[in-house]
């Protein structure tokens, strides 16, 4: 067991029972061109973000923890949401734009398209899992619940775009199907206003998580 410097308090972790969970390091969400920006969501802290969530994945992966690379998008066909009877249909801000500007048509979040790639610094090594999803929460729809339990992993460390959307939206499903989840806050990057992080963070540590930084990880995974 490591303890791990964390807020609210610390929490002790299994290195062995934990896997990293990375959200969305697409180019979608972190390149100029991709969809965030042109929608005109500020891309100004995504570099930095990619390179700590590239420091955690080192970490993870000396320390023989699993890293799991989620991917969001759609099949060509938007069969994930086929019309406006889906909810995700009328929310989902890729498919609005594509309705918008038929231009973009098959070139948003599309599955095969560059937008959709995870980003050329955080393509998986040997050994890491990439998992495919439709919405912003890594359990709905996918087979991570039945990974992490395969491999009897109890505790999540969760980074990349976005905090306040695909991060505590996992966090959130995680906490309530009984995972212990740790936002790795500097490896986070939220999409809106400045306020997002921090609303973000703390809703994560006063309701259903822990929130910690990459230095905490690794002090926690060297510790004798």
């Known amino acids: 067991m490591a303890v791990l410097t964390a807020r609210p308090d610390p929490i002790a972790i299994d290195p062995r029972r934990c896997a990293v969970i990375v959200n969305d390091m697409q180019n979608a969400f972190c390149s100029p061109g991709g969809y965030i ?3 005109g969501f500020d891309l100004a802290n995504a570099a930095n973000t990619a390179d700590k969530v590239r420091q955690v994945c080192a970490l993870a ?3 023989g923890i699993v890293v799991i690379l989620m991917q969001n998008g759609f099949s060509p066909d938007l069969r994930e949401a086929p019309g406006p009877s889906s909810p995700l249909w009328h929310k989902s801000n890729a498919l609005r734009h594509m309705r918008a500007h038929p ?3 098959g070139q948003i979040l599309i599955r095969g398209s560059w937008d959709h790639q995870l980003i050329d610094s955080l393509q998986p090594r040997p ?3 990439v998992l495919q999803k439709s919405t912003d929460d890594g359990f709905a729809g996918t087979e991570l619940d039945r990974i992490l339990r395969g491999r009897d992993i109890t505790t999540l460390l969760v980074c990349g775009i976005s905090s ?3 991060v505590e939206s996992t966090l959130r499903a995680g906490y309530h199907m009984g995972y212990f989840g740790v936002m790795i806050a500097d490896a986070c990057m939220a999409v809106g206003p400045d306020f997002m992080q921090a609303a ?3 809703s994560i540590e006063t309701f259903f998580g822990w929130v910690c930084h990459v230095a905490d990880l690794h002090a926690a995974l060297s510790a004798d």
């Open 200 to 202: 973000t963070e703390f």
């Open 164 to 166: 306040n959307v695909g």
């Open 127 to 129: 050994g890491d899992l």
């Open 61 to 63: 992966r000396a320390a």
């Open 37 to 39: 920006d042109r929608i």
């Open 103 to 105: 231009q973009t048509q």
